[in-house]
């Protein structure tokens, strides 16, 4: 079975610059995660969908960052304006079934640099 | 709120065993999941407990005590392709899964 795909791989933008990053999960998942993790750091839970609806967003920095999950499939993120500190890379999972009784099946990320 | 607590850095020797515990605090708990993360990879799951004991799945195992809040991975005959990172991750109230900050293991000859 394909993995979850993410797009792009890298990106570097001047900060106040926007960007989006795209999900797929994989086929089936109803349960999609998007985490920022820093250099060193463990992975950070930005925001959790339960079909395309929010489970949490309780640490997405709502001033700057959106999230959707279109027909509960795929999903973009976004931050506009970014700031130096925004980067890090960001992954998306996704996981079968409601948690908190399966794994979450990570994508490779997005390694964002903010200049 | 939810916080978990790893050792950030564990030395262990080709061949031998090495232990990565686990502490938690969470406003509600369903279960203690492990990840594994090579440099410049994407995490992997390796186990989830949810109930008290020991589960094993090959070289690995993990140890979950709810009433410690604790809980700890057991890596055997490590192999230099161990050398990564290990996030201990909880499943807690509203179906959240929290992630620790890490260990970084390091398998020397």
């Known amino acids: 079975e394909a993995g979850v795909a993410q797009s792009p791989r890298y990106k570097i933008i001047e900060k106040r610059q926007s960007v989006a990053f795209w999900c797929n999960p994989i086929?089936?998942?109803?349960?999609l995660y998007w985490y920022q993790q820093i250099l060193g750091q463990g992975p950070k839970l930005l925001i959790q969908f339960q079909n395309n609806g929010v489970v949490d967003d309780s640490q997405l920095p709502k001033d700057r960052f959106s999230a959707e999950r279109l027909k509960g499939v795929d999903s973009t993120l976004k931050i506009q304006p970014a700031k130096l500190e925004d980067s890090a890379v960001y992954l998306c999972a996704s996981s079968p079934t409601v948690p908190p009784n399966t794994e979450a099946f990570f994508g490779q990320g997005t390694r964002l640099t903010v200049v | 709120g939810q916080s978990l607590e790893q050792p950030s850095e564990v030395t262990a020797v080709e061949g031998a065993i090495v232990q990565i515990n686990c502490t938690y605090q969470?406003?509600?708990?369903?279960?203690l999941s492990w990840y594994q993360q090579h440099d410049g990879g994407a995490p992997t799951f390796l186990s989830y407990n949810a109930l008290d004991g020991l589960e094993e799945t090959g070289r690995f195992s993990s140890f979950l005590s709810r009433s410690d809040s604790y809980g700890y991975l057991l890596l055997q005959e490590l192999q230099m392709k161990d050398s990564a990172s290990y996030f201990c991750?909880?499943?807690?109230?509203?179906?959240?899964?929290?992630f620790g900050t890490g260990t970084k293991l390091q398998v020397i000859p």
């Open positions: 086929s089936g998942h109803a349960t």
């Open positions: 969470t406003s509600g708990f369903y279960g």
């Open positions: 991750a909880v499943s807690g109230g509203y179906q959240k899964v929290t």
